[in-house]
C-alpha cells in the first residue's frame, strides 16, 4: 500500500517519466542512426556493382526500391529486437542478432520487390551486397562503442593499479566488467594465477604476469 503523502516518483528504483524520455531518445537516435546506415549501405552496393554510366541507368531503380528496402529493414531490426541491448556490452550474441535481422531483411525486400516489379531491372548482386555492407556497417556502429570505451580504460595512466587474482572465468568477467566501466577508478596491470601453464597468456588483451609469490613481490614493492 502506498501512502497519499508519498511521491512514487522518489520511490527507490522507480522508473521516472525523465528516465522514460532519455530511453525513448536513445532508442529514437539508434533508429535514426540505423536509417542513415541502411541508406548508405544500399547506395553504396548500387555504386560497387554498377561503373558511374550504369549507375545513372540503374538510379530510377534504386529511388523506385529504396523505400521498401528501407521500410522493411528496420521493422526487421525491431522484430529480432536489434535495439534492446546497450552498445557498451556489445558482444558476439548481439552480432548473431543483427545478422538475422539483416538476412531476413535483404530476403524479404527481395520477395516484395519481385512481386511488386517483377525484378525487372534489379540485380541480385546488388542485394547481396548491400546486406554485407549493412551488417558491416551495424556491428562496426555498436561495436566501436565498446573498443573506444575499452581503449580509454587500457590507456589511462591515473587510477589505483589493480591486478586480479585468477585468470579463470571470474577473473575474466571482473577484467571485462572494469574495461566497459566508465567510472572505474582502477588501472589493470594484469593477471595473478598460481597456474604455471598459464604464464604470460592474455585475457581481454592483460598479461598473466605471476602467481602469488609475484603479487607479493609487487605489493612490498
Not at 520487390?113 to 555492407?133: A, E, N, Q
Amino acid at each position: 500500500r502506498i501512502h497519499e503523502d508519498v511521491d512514487p516518483y522518489r520511490l527507490p528504483g522507480a522508473i521516472t517519466p525523465l528516465g522514460i524520455a532519455l530511453g525513448y531518445r536513445r532508442r529514437l537516435a539508434e533508429v535514426l542512426l540505423d536509417v542513415l546506415l541502411i541508406t548508405v549501405a544500399y547506395y553504396g552496393a548500387y555504386r560497387m556493382q554498377f561503373d558511374a554510366d550504369r549507375f545513372l541507368e540503374r538510379f530510377p531503380y534504386f529511388l523506385q526500391s529504396f523505400p521498401i528496402v528501407l521500410g522493411i529493414q528496420v521493422v526487421a531490426l525491431f522484430a529480432l529486437s536489434a535495439y534492446q541491448g546497450m552498445w557498451r556490452y556489445f558482444s558476439l550474441s548481439d552480432g548473431l542478432t543483427f545478422a538475422k535481422a539483416v538476412f531476413i531483411g535483404v530476403v524479404m525486400s527481395q520477395v516484395t520487390v519481385l512481386y511488386v516489379y517483377r525484378f525487372d531491372g534489379y540485380s541480385p548482386t546488388v542485394f547481396v551486397v548491400y546486406g554485407m555492407l549493412l551488417l558491416l556497417l551495424l556491428v562496426g556502429s555498436r561495436g566501436s562503442f565498446r573498443l573506444l570505451s575499452e581503449f580509454v580504460q587500457r590507456e589511462r595512466q591515473t587510477g589505483r593499479r589493480l591486478a586480479i587474482y585468477g585468470a579463470g572465468d571470474a577473473g575474466a568477467i571482473a577484467a571485462r566488467h572494469l574495461l566497459t566501466d566508465p567510472s572505474s577508478t582502477y588501472r589493470i596491470v594484469g593477471f595473478i594465477d598460481d597456474d604455471f601453464r598459464l604464464r604470460n597468456v592474455r585475457l581481454h588483451g592483460y598479461r598473466v604476469i605471476g602467481g602469488y609469490d609475484h603479487l607479493v613481490g609487487m605489493i612490498v614493492a
